[in-house]
């Protein structure tokens, strides 16, 4: 915990700094229905990034996230439309999401094919099967049940932010508290420690690309029942921002440690920047810059912090 | 003189590897260093090359002192390492490798191509090599390449070349090949410090012998005048039994069996063992005779490809470590750092880690359990550390040698397997694990101990096995077992 508390610092000042500008330079910015936006805006960022952090720790990366996303939206707001109740459609997004995830998770842990290369394959693969199958069209004129889960707006949106919040949750916890925690942990520090200790490895990195996808499911649905309509080509760049919010909520990309609380602070970090970009006027186009800045400043935070580590060891 | 050491010291970590050793290498001479593993051949050898430096004493080359050692400087000097595993780029050229080496090319001019291949074709047609320098360096063979790092000493035009175990991965006619390559650079003046474990060799070799014994030089002595006999006596002591009594254990019923268990990959070939409860079994053998490997095979990493392991009695099939584990066998690694503990977890999870379903009610890590249990092997084997919730790379070597031993004993294990459990860990670390060593095969548990040192071996052991080249080539009983025998036998040298 101490040193959790150790990474998340940079972020913490950081988005302090961010907010306490803001009151200043532009209070509006803090109006209940802007913060309600970004948090409405960011749920599903926040989940994936969650499942990202399981997967970095293990020592691999997922960058198909964003396909799996738009793969999944697009089934939910189609099925949607064919008239299937939406009790189901939770059922469907985590059903499509899982079998994508452990699509990847067979090909990583079983064909032992690196992370990157399947991922990057499926990114592909996914987002232009999707583009085959729609010809890029929206999905539209999605019935009024889908919309806020047929619970209108207020509720639907409480629905979004309380289960994006408990499921975050929940995975902080069993990630402490549950003995597959500790084996993520265990493989992603040393696979070859673990598989002696008794780990089945294998089994680990397939569940755990499994629960990203399980997780990018969740989040595509709390995101499109935000809309009218479902675009073709949602979830795009998300896995950069997810990646990007775990790197800089201060979970080294190398494994075997990961930041929950960090993460979620790289989440409104990251997210807060463009709304913040349009209340002080400044040209929105900056915001992808910045967040580069902001990206690039962790990185290098953690490459200072290895570098006193490992200079500390060699003095020692 | 060419090369000398003058009362070099080092230690790691508090253990100390060379205690004051001085040592000299003529001009046109092969001295060949030996020593059982851990003597500190390696830690002198690094010492040269400038990888470490030492905490005391001097090196002089050509009579001057060399200050502030390291590879660089070592490369620039004139000294050269060739090492069992030859330090080249598998990916580049053999001409390649050689440019590399001389570091004379210009970092902006164009690779002058003709120069390279023709220098490099010189060098190797020199030492009657018949390697192409177009050749990756990947697709030759082991013999080639050692081949290439001397070309690539000759290429800087190094005085001194230090050989670390050149032949042990080659075959008679390389290694004919090999020497008479050593005795032309000889005749050349250069000084060669050659490094081996086969003892017929040297005679064969070298000049003059420099024995290592726990980080002392016992002697330096001219090869004519010594005799094999002699030599292992010199590095094997006489100082021994003293420290550790042996408990007295009346063995029990076979806990584990191997009946001529192979493992192709590995080259373990026909292995019969029997260990019985409460018996300590000594794995002894060269490093690179397949001990670590039995065990590995054993424990499921590299299942073993023929032969039955009965485990009291009734045959297993052990596929996997978690196979093995159920099976009631616990091996603790050789390294620790990598295999035996997760540097980056505290103590807690480190020992509770083989054996979270004991700790997990419906997949719930119990921490409240999971702390006492590990507090309880704390005190009990005296981890030095401010809690169990210290991160385990914090802790000293010893420390998490008992940590990775903690972990293996909460499995309750009917045999234990302990892979060089005292490497690396001082001489107090060293008498606890041996009592509970003790404790453990009182209790019923069988042992099969894998060690380089001797002692440690012949005192602990109730029955020594000997491999060599991945056969157990004898197995002794401790009162027939001597040091002069198990190093005899470990060599391959027939008893005389």
């Known amino acids: ?316 | 003189m060419l090369l000398e050491a003058n009362g070099i010291q080092k230690s790691y970590d508090g253990v100390k590897a060379l205690t004051s050793v001085s040592l000299d290498l003529r001009a046109g001479e092969v001295h060949a260093l030996i020593g059982e593993n851990g003597a500190g051949k390696s830690t002198l050898i690094k010492v040269f090359t400038g990888a470490v430096q030492p905490d005391g004493g001097e090196i002089r080359l050509h009579g001057d002192r060399v200050d502030n050692n390291n590879p660089a400087r070592a490369h620039r000097l004139g000294i050269s390492a060739i090492y069992q595993q030859p330090a080249l780029f598998p990916h580049l050229s053999v001409a390649e490798n050689i440019a590399i080496a001389t570091g004379d090319e210009k970092l902006w001019r164009r690779v002058d191509w003709p120069t390279r291949v023709a220098r490099a074709e010189h060098l190797l047609q020199h030492i009657g090599a018949t390697i192409s320098p177009d050749a990756l360096v990947s697709s030759l063979s082991m013999v080639e390449r050692q081949l290439v790092e001397i070309a690539k000493a000759l290429a800087v035009e190094a005085s001194v070349l230090i050989m670390d175990e050149p032949t042990a991965s080659l075959g008679q006619q390389d290694t004919r090949n090999l020497f008479r390559i050593v005795r032309e650079l000889r005749a050349r003046g250069k000084g060669i410090l050659y490094i081996s474990h086969r003892l017929e060799e040297l005679f064969e070799i070298a000049d003059r012998v420099t024995v290592l014994r726990d980080g002392n030089n016992v002697g330096t002595r001219q090869i004519r005048e010594v005799t094999p006999e002699e030599l292992i006596r010199m590095m094997v002591g006489r100082e021994l039994e003293t420290l550790y009594p042996k408990l007295d254990v009346p063995p029990g019923e076979v806990a584990l069996e191997l009946r001529g268990v192979c493992c192709e990959p590995f080259e373990i070939r026909n292995v019969n063992l029997a260990i019985r409860h409460g018996e300590i079994v000594g794995l002894a053998g060269l490093v690179g005779s397949g001990r670590t490997q039995l065990a590995e095979a054993l424990f499921g990493l590299t299942p073993i490809s023929q032969g039955n392991i009965y485990i009291e009695g009734k045959g297993v099939q052990i596929r996997s470590p978690r196979d093995a584990l159920q099976a009631g066998l616990a091996y603790v690694p050789e390294d620790r750092r990598h295999h035996g503990v997760i540097l980056e977890m505290p103590i807690s999870s480190n020992v509770t880690l083989a054996s979270l379903n004991h700790f997990a009610k419906h997949g719930m890590l119990q921490r409240r359990a999971e702390r006492s249990v590990a507090q309880w092997w704390k005190d009990r084997l005296r981890f030095n550390a401010p809690s169990v919730e210290t991160l385990t790379k914090n802790l000293s070597g010893g420390n998490q040698q008992k940590v990775a031993l903690a972990r293996w004993l909460i499995t309750q294990p009917k045999i234990l397997i302990l892979d060089e459990p005292t490497q690396g860990i001082d001489v107090h670390a060293k008498s606890e694990i041996y009592h509970l060593m003790g404790t453990l095969a009182e209790k019923g548990v069988a042992i099969l101990l894998i060690s380089s040192e001797m002692s440690e071996i012949l005192t602990l052991s109730d029955r020594i096995a000997v491999m060599a080249k991945g056969e157990i080539v004898s197995t002794l009983g401790q009162k027939d077992a001597n040091p002069d025998e198990i190093l005899r036998l470990a060599l391959g040298r027939k008893v005389s």
Not at chain 1, 28 to 52: C, E, H, K, P, Q
Not at chain 1, 67 to 81: D, M, P
Not at chain 1, 181 to 209: C, H, K, N
């Open chain 1, 1 to 316: 915990m101490k040193q959790q508390l150790q990474t998340t610092w940079p972020a913490l000042i950081a988005l302090g700094a961010l907010y306490i500008y803001l009151a200043f330079a532009a209070p509006g910015f803090y109006s209940a229905a802007n913060l309600r936006d970004i948090a409405l805006a960011n749920a599903a960022l926040l989940l994936v990034a969650t499942g990202m952090i399981l997967v970095i720790v293990l020592g691999q990366i997922d960058i198909s996230v964003g396909a799996l996303f738009a793969v999944c939206s697009v089934t939910c707001g189609t099925l949607a439309k064919m008239g299937l109740p939406m009790i189901l459609l939770p059922l469907i997004a985590v059903a499509a999401g899982t079998a994508l995830g452990a699509f990847n998770g067979a090909l990583v842990s079983f064909v032992k094919a690196p992370s990157i290369v399947v991922t990057l394959a499926t990114m592909v693969a996914w987002r232009e099967a999707l583009r085959l199958v729609t010809n890029g069209a929206w999905i539209e004129g999605l019935p009024t049940t889908f919309q806020w889960f047929g619970f209108g707006q207020q509720i639907g949106e409480a629905i979004i932010i309380i289960l994006t919040l408990l499921v975050f949750g929940a995975l902080w916890w069993s990630s402490r508290n549950l003995s597959a925690g500790r084996a993520i942990y265990a493989t992603g520090s040393d696979p070859e420690a673990a598989r002696l200790a008794g780990i089945p490895t294998d089994q680990v990195a397939f569940w755990v690309f499994a629960v990203m996808g399980a997780l990018t499911g969740i989040g595509a649905l709390l995101n499109a029942v935000r809309f009218s309509d479902v675009p073709a080509n949602s979830g795009m760049n998300l896995e950069l921002k997810a990646i990007a919010a775990v790197v800089v909520g201060g979970t080294p990309i190398t494994g075997g440690c990961g930041n929950f609380l960090g993460t979620l602070i790289g989440v409104i970090l990251l997210g807060s920047i463009g709304p913040a970009l349009i209340f002080l006027g400044v040209n929105p186009f900056w915001e992808k810059a910045i967040q580069g800045g902001i990206i690039l400043t962790a990185v290098l935070l953690e490459a200072i912090g290895t570098w006193r580590g490992r200079r500390a060891v060699e003095l020692a």
